[in-house]
């Protein structure tokens, strides 16, 4: 758990908290494609943008930016969460979603699908 919560600047007790009780909230959310091709999107237009090396330090400010996009997203989907609770699991989710691409990438590559 450390690593997650050091990569989306959270406090270890609370990520694993909010992934113990809404983990499979978090994951059905992230295999919507309504709601992860839109991150995916604006995760490659920020890549754009910035113009640098994609690193932790990228992502957590990737991961920053996208909370405002999902919080309401989250609150179409289940409006029982507290404002906290929201914020970690926007944090959480963007962090799964991308991820996934970068793994789903570097398989590609490494098998020359890319």
């Not at 309504?34 to 920020?46: N, Q, R, V």
């Amino acid at each position: 758990m450390t690593n997650i919560a050091t990569r989306i600047d959270e406090d270890e007790f609370d990520v694993e908290l909010i992934t113990t009780n809404y983990g499979d909230f978090i994951e059905n959310i992230s295999e919507n494609h309504s709601i992860f091709l839109p991150i995916l999107d604006d995760f490659e237009k920020f890549k754009i943008a910035n113009n640098v090396t994609v690193d932790a330090q990228f992502i957590r400010s990737f991961i920053l930016k996208e909370i405002d996009f999902l919080i309401p997203v989250l609150k179409k989907h289940n409006n029982t969460f507290t404002a906290d609770e929201y914020r970690i699991i926007a944090k959480i989710l963007t962090h799964k979603v991308v991820l996934k691409s970068r793994n789903i990438s570097k398989i590609k590559k490494g098998t020359g699908l890319s």
